[in-house]
T-cell receptor
Framework: GAGVSQSPRYKVAKRGQDVALRCDPI?????LFWYQQALGQGPEFLTY????????KSGLPSDRFFAERPEGSVSTLKIQRTQQEDSAVYLC?????????????FGPGTRLTVT | AQKVTQAQTEISVVEKEDVTLDCVYE???????LFWYKQPPSGELVFLIR??????QNEISGRYSWNFQKSTSSFNFTITASQVVDSAVYFC?????????????FGKGTRLSVIA
């Protein structure tokens, strides 16, 4: 079946612009995660949804970052007034169930470059 | 707090050599899960294996094997008879059972280069 898809794959934004990154999880997956991966680093947690509820946003680095999943499927990560330190790969992952024993399936990521 | 350490930043081996990727973790929970993911140049993280903290039995899958030792908080990954297609960044990750949202905590990764 189809895996997790993300769009766009690449995004170049000028500093100060707003961007929106989209994630289409695997159909029927309850849990959805966003991670940020800086160059040469492992992914770091940003936020978590269980269906349409955002249960944890403790990893969002500032109030310029906002995520939503209004119908419990597609999710959007929005970054307002982008800054150079926002340059990274943004990964979306979905998981079939709530429990931590289940693996997360990752999308290909969106590489954001802020100039 | 949770932490995953992958001390090897980069490893280079010649094809057909065996290679072991180290992973050491820290957690206060008694119930937790360990994962390995592969990230090829395409960028997508590919799930390789999951182990829970109650199962220390080692696992083998083809050329891949994993050694989980709670006594040393390690979950090492060995590739036998490496191939060029194994070249990628490999991440070890930890998820605690009692941390609510249970995100994955990743190590910084080990970049493996297999040379023909």
């Amino acid at each position: 079946g189809a895996g997790v898809s993300q769009s766009p794959r690449y995004k170049v934004a000028k500093r100060g612009q707003d961007v929106a990154l989209r994630c289409d999880p695997i159909s029927g997956h309850v849990s959805l995660f966003w991670y940020q991966q800086a160059l040469g680093q492992g992914p770091e947690f940003l936020t978590y949804f269980q269906n349409e509820a955002q249960l944890d946003k403790s990893g969002l680095p500032s109030d310029r970052f906002f995520a939503e999943r209004p119908e419990g499927s597609v999710s959007t990560l929005k970054i307002q007034r982008t800054q150079q330190e926002d340059s990274a790969v943004y990964l979306c992952a979905s998981r079939q169930h709530r429990g931590p024993s289940y693996e997360q399936y990752f999308g290909p990521g969106t590489r954001l470059t802020v100039t | 707090a949770q932490k995953v350490t992958q001390a090897q930043t980069e490893i280079s081996v010649v094809e057909k050599e065996d290679v072991t990727l180290d992973c050491v973790y820290e957690t206060r929970d008694t119930t937790y899960y360990l994962f390995w993911y592969k990230q090829p140049p395409s960028g997508e993280l590919v799930f390789l294996i999951r182990r829970n903290s109650f199962d220390e039995q080692n696992e083998i899958s083809g050329r891949y094997s994993w050694n989980f030792q709670k006594s040393t908080s390690s979950f090492n990954f060995t590739i036998t008879a490496s191939q060029v297609v194994d070249s990628a960044v490999y991440f070890c990750a930890l998820s605690e059972a009692n941390s609510g949202n249970t995100p994955l905590v990743f190590g910084k990764g080990t970049r493996l280069s297999v040379i023909a």
